[in-house]
């Protein structure tokens, strides 16, 4: 049963539902255990940080911020401003000190909580020059104070003194009483691929438009366990977790992207919001291992992705009968290959797997459907309460398309085939910033995405996004992404960028798979003293151009690549190359590695 009450209502009312029924779970690390939280102890939590922030006079859409990994603290701060009807400003664990100063000045934030010694360091840091900043609130006790700082406290001490205070708790619930549709709950900073920060402002009337139009559509059940892998900056992480919250699903929050894999196995999650990103890694890990198998394993594997193939997505996607012998043959394969491979990667209880944030490339699609996991692909931006569109779970799937746009939504499209949209779950405007907010709608009312596509048998697909067209120096437009993502799914492939505008012809900056290239080299004969000196090896760069020039067949001439150089590190957030949610940043590519771009176009 789907609860549809506003968000600073929400636990209160699912605890009231489920009681003891867990509710959210995250890793000890001391014990390496997963610890449990009840839906009762997670509203009384959140009831405790309503009051504490009543108790330091938070006003009626105060903004707050909240700078952390994954934790339910997180989690429990938000909800416990909501229920006092504040704003909450999640920061990236990442972010650096000046995206934290602007984002605290151009809010004027009065409290900060933060998550662990990075946060708190790089807050702390920019204190002084966060004028209206009063306090930050640590979650995690053994971070240390810096000596000057008289003023931060531990959530414990935060909490404390309003804990049991009747007086605040009665204030609170009448402040949730009174919350309306066009409460602001979160403004969410995106970083972008052009660097330029803009606060999106998400109201009450976008999630509760959101999460029931989403629920229409997809099979989530309440038995769910969800694995919280995405930041819960990120919109799409925060907008499916709410909804899997409201349907009284069970949160296993991941502390550290890095460790995924290891908590994929010990949590044997049925869902998990995903980017395609993480796909692709699962699929060179299946490639590499088919590669190291004996001829005989190898045969079998191959075989059991293919009838996978035929069985998941010419027949049973497209809404098809598959045939008895195909069907006897997908069940002796899904019990025992894919029923091991699935089990290697803790998705063996798999209901369904939400994936957007970047182009999916058909091939690692087809691969994870081919598999048996339901990958559920869609499209959707801060701006638009995460979905657009995505695979209804009862309607004919296309490999390639982002689904079907969400009831609720008006699309329409404009020059160059833009997609513009309508709808309450599309946001009505950026924070203080009234002039980008006008330049991203029409006389219409249509809001401009800037990304490119169209309609076919009901489905969307996206073509480009018209910011990333490169135009080459003979007037050629190229579409970097469709290239990139083409590349990336070659096992010997890390990341691509590809590099085009305003040059004679196309080429791109590759960040190998070092382990693999390595190993490749050790099995020529081919001696290097560093990696350096590996990826500058006139054989190893053959090696890579030959197999991008069999992934590139399919594209017009003008659109290949024809030079490319291996780079010996991967890009970086550090070195501002990369957003917070993994997109390169090419002004900064370009810039970062103009010399290497520029050898590539010398005569």
């Not at 695979?391 to 004919?396: E, G, N, R």
């Not at 401009?448 to 135009?471: A, P, Q, S, V, W």
């Not at 990341?495 to 305003?502: K, Q, S």
């Amino acid at each position: 049963m789907l609860t549809t009450c506003n968000l600073s209502q929400l636990i209160p009312e699912q605890a009231r539902i489920w009681g003891d029924k867990v509710a959210l779970s995250y890793r000890d690390y001391a014990t390496a255990t997963w610890k449990d939280i009840t839906w009762r102890q997670f509203a009384d939590r959140v009831g405790q940080v309503s009051a504490a922030l009543l108790r330091l006079g938070v006003g009626v859409q105060e903004n707050i911020g909240v700078f952390t990994q994954n934790k339910p603290e997180g989690v429990c701060v938000d909800f416990g401003a909501y229920g006092i009807r504040a704003v909450t400003i999640p920061f990236y664990a990442t972010s650096s000190e000046a995206q934290v100063q602007y984002m605290i000045n151009d809010a004027g934030i009065r409290y900060v909580f933060v998550g662990e010694q990075y946060q708190y360091d790089t807050a702390f840091r920019v204190f002084k020059m966060c004028p209206t900043l009063e306090q930050l609130i640590i979650f995690d006790p053994q971070v240390k104070r810096d000596e000057r700082d008289q003023v931060s406290v531990y959530l414990d001490e935060f909490l404390a003194p309003g804990a049991d205070d009747a007086q605040l708790r009665a204030e609170a619930k009448a402040r949730a009483a009174a919350s309306t549709p066009d409460d602001i709950i979160n403004i969410l900073y995106t970083s972008g691929t052009t660097g330029v920060s803009k606060g999106v402002v998400l109201t009450q009337r976008m999630y509760a438009a959101a999460i029931p139009a989403n629920d229409k559509i997809m099979d989530l059940r309440e038995t769910d366990v969800i694995m919280c892998f995405l930041p819960f900056t990120h919109v799409f992480e925060r907008a499916w977790s709410y909804w899997c919250l409201a349907r009284g699903c069970q949160l296993a929050i991941n502390l550290r992207p890095q460790d995924i894999q290891m908590t994929l196995t010990e949590v044997h999650p049925t869902c998990m919001a995903a980017v395609p990103r993480f796909w692709e890694k699962v699929y060179a890990g299946v490639q590499e291992k088919i590669a190291e198998s004996s001829a005989m394993q190898r045969r079998l594997m191959l075989d059991a992705l293919a009838v996978g193939k035929r069985y998941n997505v010419d027949y049973r996607l497209r809404g098809l009968v598959p045939p008895v012998a195909l069907k006897l043959k997908y069940m002796f394969y899904e019990k025992t290959i894919l029923a091991l491979l699935k089990k290697r990667l803790g998705l063996e209880r798999a209901n369904f797997f939400p994936t957007a944030g970047s182009f999916i490339p058909p091939q690692i699609e087809e691969f994870v459907h081919s598999v048996g996991i339901n990958m559920t692909a869609g499209y959707g931006m801060t701006e638009t309460t995460a979905t657009v569109s995505c695979d209804w779970h009862h309607s004919p799937v296309s490999i390639g398309s982002v689904g079907r746009v969400l009831e609720g939504i008006e699309i329409s499209f404009g020059e160059q085939n833009e997609i513009l949209l309508r709808g309450d779950t599309i946001m009505k405007q950026y924070y203080r910033k009234p002039d980008v907010t006008a330049q991203a709608y029409d006389a219409d009312g249509w809001f401009h995405t800037g990304d490119c596509g169209y309609l076919k048998n009901g489905e969307l697909y996206l073509t480009d996004r018209i910011k990333d067209l490169f135009k080459t120096s003979n007037g050629k437009y190229i579409s970097p992404q469709m290239l990139e993502s083409k590349f990336v799914v070659d096992r010997y492939i890390d990341e691509v960028a590809i590099v085009a505008d305003e040059r004679k012809f196309v080429s791109a900056l590759v960040i190998p798979e070092y382990k693999l290239l390595e190993q490749w080299a050790n099995d020529n004969g081919i001696a290097y003293a560093s990696r350096r000196e590996l990826c500058a090896n006139p054989l190893a760069v053959q090696m890579l151009m030959q197999r991008i020039e069999t992934l590139q067949q399919e594209f017009a001439h003008y659109e290949q690549v024809k030079r490319i150089t291996l780079l010996p590190e991967p890009f970086s957030m550090e070195r501002g190359e990369l957003t917070n949610t993994l997109k390169i940043k090419r002004p900064v590519i370009a810039q970062n590695y103009k010399a290497e771009i520029d050898a590539m176009y010398a005569e």
